[in-house]
């Protein structure tokens, strides 16, 4: 009974995913350690512009959770609900190159979902990939990765904007 209670502490309770105190923790975490690998990040930030005023709805909020946790393949990597009506997924240890494969990847499932009449949402996705330093502020990539979002949701349907966060 007790680890019940202790895992609702770091999970949304609608999706099931983690919540946004938990993926902050563990971008924390990882900010640093990836520091002293000297090795890159992506914050993915998704908006499947699902209005959650119905259990319809609702439903279909889950299985994008659901389908967006399942494109991530390696340990490591970590999706939550970011806030009422968005996602967030950290890739630890993954550069540009990688975070398209995982975008290409999530576009793909979605639209066979479409294709079978299981799902359908217009998910803009957002992404910031940077190589965290010590001169660089962490709440400045979350900033960056807000204006991707809205970026992509400015470029169209099932959009996504991926910058590359640099110190020059």
Not at 52 to 69: C, D, H, M, R, Y
Request: charged share 20%; net charge negative.
């Amino acid at each position: 009974m007790i680890f019940s209670f202790q895992n609702a502490s770091f999970r949304d309770t609608e999706t099931g995913l983690y919540n946004q105190a938990y993926f902050m923790e563990i971008f924390n975490r990882e900010w640093h350690r990836l520091i002293r690998d000297n090795d890159s990040l992506s914050i993915l930030l998704f908006n499947p512009h699902i209005r959650t005023t119905s259990e319809t709805e609702k439903a279909k909020l889950i299985q994008v959770g659901n389908i967006l946790t399942e494109q991530t393949l390696r340990s490591t990597d970590i999706t939550c609900r970011f806030n009422e009506h968005c996602f967030a997924m950290g890739l630890f240890g993954l550069d540009t190159e990688g975070t398209k494969v995982i975008v290409s990847r999530i576009q793909n499932a979605l639209l066979e979902q479409e294709k079978l009449g299981l799902l359908h949402c217009n998910l803009s996705i957002g992404a910031v990939n940077v190589k965290p330093e010590l001169t660089i502020e962490p709440g400045a990539i979350f900033e960056k990765t807000i204006t991707a979002l809205h970026y992509a949701e400015q470029s169209g349907v099932n959009a996504y904007q991926l910058e590359t966060y640099t110190i020059h």
